[in-house]
């Protein structure tokens, strides 16, 4: 099992592109998730998505939008960047129940200028 | 809505030292309660977690944490800490009806000097 992986590891944009994070897992679970991680802040979570096709909103989704057309796949999509959401980005995935461990991918550095 | 609070943000320790970290949270409802590693450029690793049953709760790498209804409480602790344990470690909780909408506390970078 690779986990959950996560491609690029590095990115630098201008402000206006538009990109998108990839997040994928092999161990056909149902929950996947994208968090945000800021200096003193923590993790934010961004979307989660409960299975394939559905998909919902977390605490910081403005800039960002999800798709989950496979159970393996959970991409990241910014369509025009901005200087704040410069961030470190995790995607992680579990199964069905909270009594499943989380897993987290190795993150995303993304830096906007 | 749930919050979380670590208590710490640097938590600095000898080699063999115990240590705790303290995290409290803010909840109307039942809650799950978390913590995390964050090793240096590494992704976030489950220490422990508490769903139910006892409020002593036993994790990886020979930390534990005690569950505290009434302080509303969830510290982390380890008798004997070694250079290895040098990470940032999250708090998290998250209510009982949740779907994946874990809320994380600021983070305690702790640090072990030998």
């Known amino acids: 099992n690779a986990g959950v992986t996560q491609t690029p590891k590095f990115q630098v944009l201008k402000t206006g592109q538009s990109m998108t994070l990839q997040c994928a897992q092999d161990?056909?679970?149902?929950?996947m998730s994208w968090y945000r991680q800021d200096p003193g802040m923590g993790l934010r979570l961004i979307h989660y998505?409960?299975?394939?096709?559905?998909?919902d909103q977390g605490e910081v989704p403005n800039g960002y939008n999800v798709s989950r057309s496979t159970t393996e796949d959970f991409p990241l999509r910014l369509l025009s960047a901005a200087p704040s959401q410069t961030s470190v980005y995790f995607c992680?995935?579990?199964?069905?129940?909270?009594?499943?461990?989380?897993?987290f991918g190795p993150g995303t550095r993304l830096t906007v200028l | 809505a749930q919050s979380v609070t670590q208590l710490d943000s640097q938590v600095p320790v000898f080699e063999e030292a115990p240590v705790e970290l303290r995290c409290n949270y803010s909840?109307?409802?039942?809650?799950?309660l978390f913590w995390y590693v964050q090793y240096p450029n590494q992704g976030l690793q489950l220490l422990l977690k508490?769903?139910?049953?006892?409020?002593l709760v036993k994790g990886i790498n020979g930390f534990e944490a005690e569950f505290n209804k009434s302080q509303t409480s969830f510290h982390l602790r380890k008798p004997s800490v070694h250079i290895s344990d040098t990470a940032e470690y999250f708090c998290?909780?998250?209510?009982?009806?949740?779907?994946?909408?874990?809320?994380f506390g600021q983070g305690t970078r702790l640090t072990i000097n030998p």
């Open positions: 909840s109307s409802v039942s809650v799950y």
């Open positions: 998505s409960v299975g394939a096709g559905i998909t």
């Open positions: 161990m056909n679970h149902e929950y």
């Open positions: 992680a995935s579990r199964g069905g129940s909270w009594s499943d461990t989380q897993y």
């Open positions: 998290a909780v998250s209510d009982l009806q949740g779907a994946q909408k874990l809320v």
């Open positions: 508490y769903l139910s049953g006892s409020t």
